[in-house]
């Protein structure tokens, strides 16, 4: 008897023990899935910066993925002040202060614009308002290409063509749609006893706006800004559309670099501008990641 | 006078911007397919010749070309993108002590550029000194990768370039919707005995329905609007292998200069993104009555 | 303005629609100076939407409404001398407590010392001097409630808007709070207009009691007249806890003396004397009628107030003491009926007791139209 109680107990513990391992299997498996998942979001990023650091010789006689022999930045020199993009070559400093002078205003306008209009679309709504929004909202999502040319030909007649403030407007004008989105999402979450109690306390539409309604906004402010700096300095398709050389923004000239026919294909310059242009929006990304992941639900999430 | 002040403020706030959108939206639409009927060249012309340019467009091989790849493109760029997406996003979700520098890996590819991101993938695929050369650097010698350059297969690398861009971004959406799914549903579950696999099978991803009709919206909207890819990653070629809609578009428009080609192009694209679009706005809009 | 009263509010011949839909019909009501009116009535039945076009936060889309004698058509919130509590207590979230209250004054360009004195005048009525540079968001429910009650008194208004303020409140501090409230109208001898759908909270602070259905309003008296004479029998319904039996009963007259008839479970009738005249039951005849009657009027025979009460058997189906006072359940005219009895009696349920229906306190109501009839 007392050997049968000592047999089920050993393999109670035999049968735990193989529970225990099955276990630290699943988990490592799943670990493992997830480190391979990472380099391969990784690999990229790798391969750029790596390449970015190698002279063209170790890039034609190395491997991909192999590090670099001696670390040389030249090629990072060379990318920020002597890439030939076309006939020009200065690099890719000129067009990286044309994208700069280009998402400050158009960051800053159409937030403005979308924190008014949300304020507006969520507390102070009229007859007709909601459709109002709909209206804006689908402005968010039509294919670009069906505006480019009537555009083009608007811009041109502002005496807009090629400069730096038509694609500011540009910016702004489609824009508007998502920061509008994202305020008013925002602002339909606050009571609307607050905007009456002020009301009976004596303040108007603007002084509640301010006194208010802007405190209360950081954080959709931080997350617009960030959503809206993102789409601009990504933008390739306006850039390319409407801007002439001395004003294209660093997508455009990126582009040029890697597409330039001059001289020998330069993979390390290539790369290293590619970095050059992709800074910034990263910089921002791993700063304020959970604002930036905010932006992505929230522009795809409910209207 | 500042009481009538008081009372229009909400529209006179509003009216610029909504003036904005009537104008440079739905008038420039307008415009566009006012002159996708028309026989403008170079310039644009604005007497009606009827639908001529769709004529043109169902004769025109890049066209067919162009729509033939938008749909490859499209259905493998969302069928991956969300496979994986959803993949990492159930991973994610096994109490994983490292997940936030993980999804931060997943989803950085997001913040880049389609032009660097393409000028990445580019080099890393192409045929000379890329992927193919570390595949013989590894012994495996006679490994040939030559999709960018293969007519029948450059538009595939612009999958595996967009898949890439975007699948992070779809697990951020799965992501946020497991974790909003009722614990107690899933705890009754787990009480009875149900399997963690069953579990997601049969609670959590059909009650994510929502989520996958935002994540199919964004990623077609996306692949219907997808230009600055194909320009960086393969120029649209070789030859116009890899034309999608929005880059025959800016070709017809910008260096071919037949206007009237571009506009009708561009009608046909934004007739497809209308019937994706306007069914799912208006459902979202839609009062909702609790 | 069509007469000149001392009101301080009177309302006339109010409609309210959205859109196509009317929420308020046809409202006539009034107050005298220092009087506490309490809005009732259940969710939805437009006590907000009136509340909020007496502060001109809604337009009306008929009739006036006078505030201190004064049309207030086209007169916005700011400038009709009015304060309001809201449900929510809508404090201004990125201000203290102490910017909350003076925002108003300070808006209106008051003189800084005179805001700083009122502050402390109200912070020191209220007891929350110590709270003045919290953010909302770092107070209890009770104290919230105390700051947006803060900033309505700092108005000093001719008139006070209360929307259900009590209601976010657990229990004891809703008692606690609306005992306040009682305090400070007394000692300030304000006039206000209270919301509330708590029957309870309308019966303590009233000195007049308003209640509503759908949009129209049902009765307008003070509380004790709500209360035992009830207009119809949604108001019978409506106001008291546990609520008035409302039983189905046939009403004979017979030359001088009436009698009701109630349909028992086991086939009998019991039969009531009843000594007031029903109204549409003229010399003799008979009248299908309901009978209204509250618990604390179907006693047990020991009870002080079951002197002049009319004895019966009853079946007893359930029994629920409840500490000061035990219910019972008993069935009548198809109907439950619950009595309210003393806390020491004994009853025990599927047994039958005595219990006395005292009808001078009942109500009769017309069984289609529900309006009362005696
Ligand atoms: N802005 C509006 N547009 C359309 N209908 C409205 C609006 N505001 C209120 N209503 C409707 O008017 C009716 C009355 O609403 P109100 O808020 O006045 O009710 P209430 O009596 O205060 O209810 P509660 O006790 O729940 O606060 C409701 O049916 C509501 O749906
Ligand atoms: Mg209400």
């Known amino acids: 008897m007392t050997d049968i109680s000592v047999n089920s107990v050993s393999s109670e513990k035999n049968a735990a023990r193989i529970r225990l391992a099955q276990r630290i299997a699943l988990r490592f498996g799943l670990y493992a899935m997830l480190l391979v998942f990472a380099l391969y979001y990784l690999m990229p990023l790798f391969v750029m910066l790596t390449t970015s650091l190698k002279s063209l010789d170790e890039i034609r006689t190395g491997s991909l993925l192999s590090l670099p022999r001696d670390i040389d930045f030249t090629s990072w020199a060379t990318a920020w002040s002597g890439a030939c993009t076309g006939i020009q070559c200065d690099g890719l400093q000129p067009f990286f202060w044309n994208s700069v002078l280009l998402s400050v205003p158009a960051v800053f306008l159409s937030t403005l614009l979308g924190a008014v209009n949300g304020y507006v679309l969520a507390q102070w709504r009229f007859k007709g308002s909601n459709i109002l929004f709909a209206l804006m909202l689908f402005g968010c999502f039509i294919p670009f290409q069906v505006v480019i040319l009537p555009m083009a030909i608007v811009l041109g007649k502002l005496q807009l063509a090629g400069t730096i403030g038509g694609l500011v407007l540009v910016h702004v004008v489609y824009g508007i749609g998502f920061t509008t989105l994202f305020f008013r999402n925002f602002y339909v979450t606050v009571p609307q006893e607050l905007v009456k109690a002020a009301k009976v306390d004596g303040a108007g539409f603007f002084r509640i706006f301010y006194s208010i309604f802007l405190p209360i906004s950081p954080p959709i402010i931080v997350v617009t800004v960030i959503w809206q700096f993102t789409q601009i300095w990504n933008d390739f398709l306006f850039g390319v559309s409407f801007s002439q050389a001395g004003t294209q923004p660093i997508t455009v000239a990126l582009n040029n670099i890697v597409n330039s026919t001059t001289g020998v294909k330069e993979y390390n310059v290539d790369m290293a501008a590619a970095i050059i242009a992709a800074l910034p929006t990263l910089i921002v990304y791993v700063v304020a990641g959970k604002y930036f992941i905010r932006g992505l639900t929230a522009g795809s999430v409910k209207g | ?290 | 303005m069509t007469e000149t009263t001392q009101s301080i509010l009177s309302i006339e011949n109010l409609d309210k629609s959205f859109g196509a839909v009317k929420i308020l019909k046809d409202i006539n009501v009034s107050i005298e100076p220092g009087e506490f009116l309490v809005l009732v009535g259940p969710s939805g039945c437009g006590k907000s939407t009136l509340l909020n076009c007496i502060a001109g936060l809604e337009e009306s889309t008929a009739g006036d409404i006078n505030i201190g004698g004064r049309s207030m058509i086209g007169v916005a919130p700011k400038d009709r001398d009015i304060a309001m509590v809201f449900q929510s207590y809508a404090l201004y979230p990125t201000m203290t407590v102490g910017k909350n209250i003076t925002f108003g004054m300070k808006v209106r360009g008051t003189p800084e010392a005179e805001q700083q004195a009122k502050l402390n005048e109200v912070a020191t009525l209220l007891q929350i001097d110590h709270l003045l540079d919290r953010k909302p968001s770092q107070l209890s429910g009770g104290q919230r409630q105390r700051v947006a009650m803060g900033r309505a008194l700092v108005r000093d208004p001719q008139l006070f808007l209360f929307d259900e303020p009590l209601s976010n409140l657990d229990a004891k501090l809703r008692v606690e709070m609306r005992t306040e409230i009682k305090r400070l109208h007394q000692t300030l001898g304000a006039s206000i207009v209270y919301v509330t759908h708590d029957q309870i909270e309308a019966m303590t602070l009233a000195t007049k009691i308003v209640v509503m259905k759908d949009g129209v309003i049902q009765q307008v008296g003070t509380p004790n007249e709500i209360y035992n004479h009830p207009a119809n029998m949604f108001v019978a319904d409506f106001m008291g806890s546990p609520s008035m039996n409302l039983i189905p009963a046939q009403a004979t007259s017979s030359g001088n003396s009436t009698q009701i008839s109630i349909a028992r479970a086991a086939g009998d009738e019991l039969v009531l004397n009843f000594d007031r005249e029903i109204s549409g039951l003229n010399g003799s005849g008979s009248k299908e009628v309901i009978l209204g009657l509250r618990p604390e009027n179907i006693t047990d025979p020991l009870s002080i107030v079951a002197q002049s009460g009319q004895l019966a058997d009853c079946q007893i189906d359930v029994v629920e003491p409840a500490g000061s006072d035990t219910f019972v359940v008993t069935s009548l005219g198809g109907k439950q009926v619950t009595a309210r009895l003393r806390a020491d009696a004994e009853v025990m349920a599927g047994q039958s007791a005595s219990l006395a229906f005292d009808l001078t306190k009942a109500s009769v109501f017309e069984p289609d139209s529900g309006a009362r009839i005696a």
């Open chain 2, 1 to 290: 006078m500042t009481e009538w002040l008081e009372k229009h403020a909400p529209k006179m706030v509003l009216a610029p911007s909504f003036i904005a959108i009537l104008v440079f939206v739905y008038g420039f639409i307008g415009w566009t397919a006012y002159v996708s009927f028309t026989r403008s060249k170079l310039l644009p012309k604005y007497d009606l010749k009827g639908t001529i340019q769709y004529e043109r467009l169902a004769d025109s091989p890049r066209f067919e070309v162009a729509l033939t790849n938008l749909a490859i493109f499209g259905v493998l760029f969302i069928l991956f993108a969300t496979i994986i997406g959803l993949t990492l996003a159930i991973l994610l979700d096994q109490k994983i002590r490292t997940e936030g520098p993980l999804r931060t890996i997943y989803l950085y590819p997001m913040a880049l550029s389609f032009i660097v991101t393409g000028t990445a993938w580019k080099w890393i695929l192409n045929p000379g000194l890329g992927i193919e050369s570390v595949m013989h650097d590894l012994g495996w010698t006679d490994f040939a990768f030559n999709w960018l350059v293969d007519p029948n297969l450059a538009i595939y690398t612009v999958v595996i370039a967009g898949v890439w861009q975007s699948s992070g971004f779809v697990m951020a959406l799965f992501l946020a919707g497991l974790r909003s799914v009722d614990n107690e549903v899933i705890r009754a579950a787990m009480v009875d005995g149900v399997s963690t696999p069953r579990i997601y099978m049969s609670i959590i991803i059909p009650s994510m329905a929502p989520i996958f009709l935002s994540a199919f919206i964004v990623l077609s909207h996306l692949a219907i609007k997808s230009f600055d890819l194909v320009i960086a990653l393969t120029g649209g070629g070789p030859g116009y292998a890899t034309d999608m809609p929005a880059t025959f578009m800016y070709a017809m428009a910008f260096s071919r200069g037949d206007i009237g080609q571009a506009a009708s192009s561009a009608t046909v694209m934004m007739v497809i993104v209308t019937a994706i679009i306007v069914p799912y706005l208006y459902s979202e809009l839609r009062p909702r009555h609790d």
